[in-house]
């Protein structure tokens, strides 16, 4: 099984599990409003895969954030803040790897299924690197 096969379903994020999300999305930029919406926002995400193809649905707030991918294949994701990356995921060592580069840094998140979470764990590699992790429950 793949390790995104593992993730399909649907899952909630612990926001009082979560670390560090504040410092993470402003190193990134984004505007105040859109940070305070996402430390405060009860956010599912579903994944779900199709043939080579992985989905990802984020829902808060009665707004959606969708994004398809192939693994290894690079595209750009426009984040809910408008920052723009070119993106490409990957599967590594029972771990899905995201790779985003773009300005005014690059990042990369690292997530898998820790004792029956699923954990985000974000680096951003500004001047001062910053970190977040998020950790969902399968709903």
């Not at 898998?112 to 979470?117: C, P, S």
Request: aromatic share 8%; charged share 25%; glycine share 8%.
């Amino acid at each position: 099984m793949s390790v995104v096969e593992s993730f399909i379903g649907a899952w909630r994020i612990d926001n009082d599990a979560s670390e560090n999300l504040e410092g993470y999305l402003e190193a990134l930029g984004l505007t105040e409003e859109v940070v305070e919406r996402a430390i405060k926002s009860e956010v599912e995400v579903e994944w779900k895969l199709e043939g080579d193809t992985i989905t990802q649905v984020r829902s808060s707030g009665g707004r959606s954030y969708h994004i398809s991918f192939v693994l290894q294949e690079p595209y750009t994701e426009t984040l809910p803040g408008g920052k723009e990356f070119k993106t490409t995921y990957m599967e590594e060592d029972g771990k899905l790897i995201r790779i985003q580069k773009g300005s005014p840094y690059n990042c990369t998140s690292t997530i898998e299924l820790i004792n029956g979470q699923l954990v985000e764990t974000r680096v951003c590699e500004s001047p001062n690197p910053v970190s977040c992790i998020r950790r969902m429950n399968r709903l």
